[in-house]
């Protein structure tokens, strides 16, 4: 069984900068596609970006483009978001997921993933 734990939230100003760390146990990340979503007050959860089982490929919603960096790291069985340049609109709780891919290729897709973390909070605000 995959166990998905997320670290890094806090709060920070506009303008700052956090990186999430998602930590798996269990099983390896190896031929798992992963994903990062946010759930703000109120609002549906949405994916903000998503990476390929060979970190290849990877997709960010367009309002962090530019913004944000998802990472995979093999040997730590990590996933890491970089996020720079913070606005409010981006407060949220963010989670992991994870789902078992036999092809290289990710989704921000809810219904896709089978694994997901117990998010951590992330608050900008001055």
């Known amino acids: 069984q995959l166990q998905l734990v997320e670290s890094g939230g806090g709060l920070v100003q506009p303008g700052g900068s956090l990186r999430l760390s998602c930590a798996a146990s269990?099983?390896?990340?190896?031929?798992?596609?992963l994903a990062w979503f946010r759930q703000a007050p109120g609002k549906e959860r949405e994916g903000v970006s998503c990476v390929s089982r060979s970190g290849g490929r990877a997709y960010y919603v367009d309002s962090m483009k530019g913004r944000v960096t998802i990472f995979r790291d093999a040997a730590e069985n990590v996933v890491y978001l970089h996020m720079n340049g913070l606005k409010p609109e981006d407060t949220g709780v963010y989670y992991c997921?994870?789902?078992?891919?036999?092809?290289?290729?990710?989704?921000?897709?809810?219904?896709?993933?089978?694994?997901w973390g117990q998010g951590t909070q992330v608050s900008v605000s001055s």
């Open positions: 997921a994870a789902t078992f891919s036999r092809w290289d290729y990710c989704s921000t897709s809810l219904a896709a993933y089978t694994y």
């Open positions: 269990g099983l390896t990340l190896d031929s798992y596609t």
